[in-house]
């Protein structure tokens, strides 16, 4: 036994103990808020430099279990064996390769994430003015900022997917996160914990946008 990991350091499969019971509170939390129905959503962590902790796919998010937690190099190839990462898990790599302070990213499917970017079928992003919720980004000090939202066309294709993502991620043109039209948010933090902060002031911001809308 080496600290607190479930299986020594060398196995390429190890996850410390405290990364996947993170990311397991975080897919209950998530499943609680209504984020995540039937399988939808994934969680990931940073391990190493070039691998992370994901949550396999076709599980229910309000019934993971460590052993649902398991290993993916930053290539998308699992190293867990038996076991397949969701093919979203390549929206996951592009971000770990990106910037090495990510060190979590989480995706949920919301009803507030899905509505409004289907009602809004041009909108290439949604504005964020007046909130004191953008504080919960670093980036955002007062509520006098407008935190912009990528909203990028669905696709199935993931390479295809991530190459439209790229520019926008490159550019710092997503520094809340950002959403899939029709399906909904990735973010991201230096860890599991600030990741799902994040998510909840993303998914409070959506909500709240469409209750303006319904009021105005
Ligand atoms: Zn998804």
Redesign the pocket.
Known sequence: MVGDLALPCSEPSAIPHDVAAALVAAGQRMDRRGWVPAT???LSARLTDDRMAITRSGVHKGFLATRDIIVVDFDGVSLTSGMKPSA?TLLHCQLYRLWPDVGAVL?G?SVAATALTLALPEAEAIDFEGYEIVKAWSAFTTHEVRATLPVIDNDQDMHRLAGRIAPILEAGAAPIGYVLRG??VYVWGTDVAAALHRLEALEFLLATDIERRKLA
């Open positions: 939808s959503g994934n979203e995706h499917h399906h909904g």
